[in-house]
T-cell receptor, first 113, second 117 residues
Framework: KAGVTQTPRYLIKTRGQQVTLSCSPI?????VSWYQQTPGQGLQFLFE???????NKGNFPGRFSGRQFSNSRSEMNVSTLELGDSALYLC????????????FGPGTRLTVL | AQKVTQAQTEISVVEKEDVTLDCVYE???????LFWYKQPPSGELVFLIR??????QNEISGRYSWNFQKSTSSFNFTITASQVVDSAVYFC??????????????FGKGTRLHILP
């Protein structure tokens, strides 16, 4: 069974640009969650999607958004990038809810210059 | 408000020693979940255990064991006879299970564990 995949693995952008990250969950998993990991703030929950609907949202500004498609694949978008958005963005999938065992992808390392 | 505290930022032990990673949490809810995840140098987090607030039984899985004590709001993780492959960052996490849009998972800052050969 293939694991969670994230693309791209590395990304370099400049301030003000926007970026879209992609996550393909494990087959059969319907819940996809996104996290931001930085040395200073640690791991922070961004949002969770289930059946194409955002189910939960963390405390991030509206520049961070996401969506989920009918095949459970998910994308997250960050608009008007700031230097502080540089981070490892992790995607996790689970069968039903983020309160179950989550399987994490390798992450996308975003650097904002 | 939810909070997870992992007071040990970094721990180094010699291989085969036992080591305990501490986790203290705060929540106002009576129903919640606690988790431990491992993040090896490769970067991908690996689920280790989930415990719900109504189950205070300690758990043992091979060399790993977990001690959940609601009285002290702690969910500590012990590795017995540590091995070099246990070197990683370990995260404790809390999720309130209200079943509404406010459910979110809060992670501690993590404990970086070095197992020295």
């Amino acid at each position: 069974k293939a694991g969670v995949t994230q693309t791209p693995r590395y990304l370099i952008k400049t301030r003000g640009q926007q970026v879209t990250l992609s996550c393909s969950p494990i087959s059969g998993h319907r819940s996809v969650s996104w996290y931001q990991q930085t040395p200073g703030q640690g791991l922070q929950f961004l949002f969770e999607y289930f059946s194409e609907t955002q189910r939960n949202k963390g405390n991030f500004p509206g520049r961070f958004s996401g969506r989920q498609f009918s095949n459970s694949r998910s994308e997250m978008n960050v608009s008007t990038l700031e230097l502080g958005d540089s981070a490892l963005y992790l995607c996790a999938s689970s069968f039903f809810t983020a309160n179950n065992e989550q399987f994490f992808g390798p992450g996308t390392r975003l650097t904002v210059l | 408000a939810q909070k997870v505290t992992q007071a040990q930022t970094e721990i180094s032990v010699v291989e085969k020693e036992d080591v305990t990673l501490d986790c203290v949490y705060e929540t106002r809810d009576t129903t919640y979940y606690l988790f431990w995840y491992k993040q090896p140098p490769s970067g991908e987090l690996v689920f280790l255990i989930r415990r719900n607030s109504f189950d205070e039984q300690n758990e043992i899985s091979g060399r790993y064991s977990w001690n959940f004590q609601k009285s002290t709001s702690s969910f500590n993780f012990t590795i017995t006879a540590s091995q070099v492959v246990d070197s990683a960052v370990y995260f404790c996490a809390l999720s309130e299970a209200k079943g509404d849009r406010d459910d979110k998972i809060i992670f501690g800052k993590g404990t970086r564990l070095h197992i020295l050969p």
